[in-house]
RNA sequence: GGGCGUAUGAUGUAGUUUGGAUAUCAUAUCGGCCUUCUAAGCCGAUUACCGGGGUUCAAAUCCCCGUACGCCCGCCA
């Protein structure tokens, strides 16, 4: 509680001197109170026991004696506890609170091959990088959301190939005994295509030279920036991405702007790079004439050399990174890239080069992958989980629970709400995990509408709505009145709000500021239960006012992490 | 073989960056609460820091040695 900290610490130092403590060491040793009903903020004074040689206990006491203001002071075991007092507390969460964020923000995610649908786990990255985009957002930063196209290389080229080479029946009959595709997907092109770029891949097992041949042309005709070939992969890829953007968007999530991979190699920013680090003093080059750099020489563990040039001349994908980084850098303060753990290396790489060209790093959020209880999702294997069928069944899910519980309501809003809940739902279940803990995916879990998930938040805050429409008018400013138990807690969470929010930013970690909203939906149930506003349909003025203040800190706190704040549910 | 990451009740998770009190929350299980603003809710009970050393007044947290799992170690992306 950083409102609280504020009035502490300056009372605080001049207790402290007057103690006998030197230093201000105990400025992190004062955090957050282990137990709820300890207080908001506690000191542990073990530390002061051995500069001053007295029992920590007596050391809190004589604080505590030495200290006032909008707290209650209490101590135990050593510790000095410290609980904003409730009015306070009231009078400093009930304004709007400014948001801190001034920086120029580009964040980079997904940036997911257009080859074919999301699968769960490729849409973590979505999920994870659009919560940043918006927690940025709203903790006041200026964010701009960036996927990076890789519309250049083998992937692209496969698929390319495919396109110009495979007939709809060579491609069915190359994938007979396959799964087909789901036929509520029929005519969405990332479902379509993808049996294409599947169809090539199993035909390149034969390994055909003729076949490998013309791809390997196409490829290096658009690592070599050719128009017609690079044109010739847009015309194969955009419809896919398309299909993927579409699935992203009914998760909410969406992008500002899109930077091709081959812009790099087009403007010829990849080949003054490549000159750039041919001059650098870890500078390799290999007897076929590709280049690296020894980044060995500068700490890197393992494999040392990264090549960046190939002996023909041609980049590769991470030297077009380094291009690309240095091109962001141009236009945000500060840049952050969602990745797969697997990209871990390669993200080094291009650090350490990025260092050596003088240029900063990116803040990087790595990920872990999800996995099916059969293991690893593969598409090849046909182990996969598509986004799409996720959120189709989460839907429906969501839809029989809602017509059980709101039998009253009509087709089109059950609909409506069952949309909302389904989506929600499914981007919580995975933004409230740590990005670096691995999970397997469950249907059971993935589809769970109670406890830890976001319909729970969505519920406290269609309380929090029927009430302000059973009023009918918003709440009469400064209003005051007694702060019972429940309603003091309620205050004391939302006062951290702005914490957590930062903390979230701040760290990368969006499931810290996804778990804090779960404690606001649980202290707001509490109020719910003992502050009722409407009492034998008289207005309490001040009780309504604090469920109003909840109900807008529930409704952005929701939107920031993608969860759909309905007003009924 | 080397590098990186993870390990917390029956299950899933928070806390580890910056050491601090009785370790978070949920699911499951058992029991209670709808004539009062939506019971997708509320209240109560039950169960945990991978193993072994070390540092410290104090270790889930820091250090060392193991074990298990995941990812990486392409002139692929």
Redesign the pocket.
């Known amino acids: 509680m950083e409102i609280l900290r504020a009035i502490i610490e300056p009372s605080l130092e001049t207790a402290l001197e007057k103690v006998g403590v030197k230093g201000d060491f105990w400025k992190?040793?004062l955090?957050p109170?282990?137990?709820r009903d300890?207080?908001d903020l506690?000191l542990?004074c073990?530390?002061f026991?051995?500069q001053l040689g007295r029992n920590?206990a007596d050391i809190a006491t004589e604080l505590s004696t030495l200290l006032s203001g909008d707290y209650d002071i209490s101590t135990?075991?050593?510790?000095l506890?410290f609980s904003a007092k409730p009015d306070w507390l009231c009078s400093k969460v009930m304004p709007a609170s400014e948001m801190p964020g001034t920086k120029n923000v580009l964040i980079e995610h997904t940036s997911a091959?257009p080859n074919g649908p999301f699968h769960v786990g490729r849409a973590r990255n979505a999920i994870l990088g659009d919560t940043l985009v918006r927690l940025n957002r709203m903790y006041g930063n200026e964010v701009r959301a960036e996927y990076y196209v890789?519309d250049?290389?083998?992937?692209?080229g496969v698929l390319a190939w495919a396109i110009a080479n495979l007939s709809k029946d060579q491609v069915d009959s190359l994938l007979e005994g396959k799964d087909g595709v789901n036929p509520r997907w029929n005519g969405k092109p990332d479902h379509e295509m993808v049996r294409w770029y599947q169809a090539a891949q199993l035909m390149r097992e034969d390994k055909d030279p003729v076949i490998e041949e013309a791809i390997g042309k196409l490829?290096h005709a658009s690592?070599h920036g050719d128009d017609s070939v690079l044109k010739q992969f847009e015309d194969a890829y955009q419809p896919v991405l398309d299909g993927m953007l579409e699935t992203l968007s009914r998760l909410g999530i969406d992008f500002d702007t899109f930077t091709k991979?081959s812009k790099f190699v087009v403007e010829g920013t990849v080949s003054k790079l490549m000159e750039r680090l041919a001059g650098l003093e870890i500078h390799g080059m290999?007897?076929?004439?590709?280049h690296?750099l020894d980044l060995g020489q500068r700490g890197l563990?393992?494999?040392t050399?990264f090549?960046y040039r190939?002996?023909?001349g041609?980049?590769?994908?991470?030297t077009r990174d380094i291009a690309y980084h240095m091109w962001k850098w141009q236009q945000c303060d500060e840049l952050i890239n969602v990745l797969?753990?697997?990209?871990?290396?390669?993200a080094k790489q291009v650090s350490m080069t990025l260092q050596e060209l003088g240029e900063k790093v990116p803040e990087v959020m790595f990920y872990?992958?999800i996995?099916l209880p059969e293991?690893?999702m593969s598409t090849r294997r046909g182990n996969v989980v598509f986004m799409d069928d996720l959120l189709e069944e989460a839907q429906a899910q969501?839809a029989s629970?809602?017509k059980e519980?709101?039998p009253e309501l009509g087709m089109d809003e059950v609909t409506k709400?069952?949309e909302a809940?389904g989506v929600s739902?499914v981007r919580y279940n995975i933004t409230?995990?740590?990005p670096?803990?691995?999970?397997?995916f469950r249907w059971e879990?993935a589809l769970?509408?109670?406890?830890?998930?976001a319909?729970?938040i969505?519920?406290?805050h269609?309380?929090a709505?029927?009430?302000a429409?059973?009023v009918g008018r918003g709440p009469i400013a400064d209003s005051k009145g007694e702060i019972p138990p429940a309603m003091h807690d309620l205050l004391r969470t939302m006062a951290c709000f702005v914490d957590k929010l930062s903390?979230s930013v701040k760290?990368n970690?969006p499931?810290?500021f996804a778990?804090y909203l779960?404690?606001l939906?649980?202290s707001y149930?509490?109020?719910?239960?003992?502050?009722?506003?409407?009492?034998d349909g008289v207005v309490d003025e001040f009780?309504f006012a604090v469920?109003e203040k909840a109900r807008e800190m529930l409704c952005s706190g929701m939107i920031g992490v993608g969860i759909i704040p309905?007003?009924?549910?």
């Open positions: 992190k040793a955090g109170s282990r137990e300890q207080g506690s542990p073990f530390p026991a051995k920590p135990a075991g050593g510790y506890n091959n890789d250049m290389g083998k992937q692209v490829v690592e991979e290999a007897d076929n004439g590709a690296f563990k393992g494999k050399e090549f190939r002996g023909d041609s980049s590769l994908y991470a797969g753990e697997d990209h871990k290396l390669q872990a992958f996995k293991g690893k969501a629970v809602v519980l709101r709400i069952a809940v739902a409230k995990v740590s670096d803990k691995g999970f397997t879990e769970s509408f109670e406890g830890e998930s319909p729970f969505m519920y406290s269609t309380r709505c029927s009430i429409k059973r903390h760290e970690k499931h810290t778990l779960l404690e939906a649980t149930n509490s109020f719910y239960r003992d502050c009722h506003v409407v009492k009780n469920s309905l007003e009924s549910m």
